[in-house]
């Protein structure tokens, strides 16, 4: 699978959420959570290469006072893909996850 957009850091109350193209990047990788993956992230001056289980978690829904809440990791073994993404924020990027 191969997707590419615009990152947008969105800082929130809580954990900040991490968009492609403005749909939350852990949501839209949700599907490989728990697989054996290589994944690769090309962006304008860096490459890096990850491999191991991924570990995606995406939850959105209503806190105990009336607010939205939103959680999201993507994580390749001990290696937090949302963090490392987190600065470059407004760069375009190419993933590709085998």
């Known amino acids: 699978m191969i997707i590419q957009g615009k990152l947008d850091l ?4 809580g954990p900040s959420l991490l968009f492609l ?3 939350p990047l852990a ?4 599907p490989y959570d728990g697989e054996q993956v290589t994944v690769t992230f090309k962006l304008p ?3 890096k ?5 991924a570990e995606i978690f995406y939850f959105e829904g209503k ?7 939103f959680t999201n990791d993507f994580d390749i073994e001990e290696f937090d893909c949302i963090e490392w993404l987190s600065n470059f924020d407004g760069k375009h990027v ?3 996850i085998e």
């Open 49 to 53: 290469k990850v491999t191991g289980i």
């Open 10 to 13: 969105q800082l929130m109350k």
């Open 21 to 23: 193209d403005n749909e």
């Open 63 to 69: 806190d105990g006072y009336g607010g939205d809440k």
């Open 27 to 30: 949501k839209k990788l949700s």
């Open 45 to 47: 001056d860096i490459e």
């Open 94 to 96: 190419i993933i590709t």
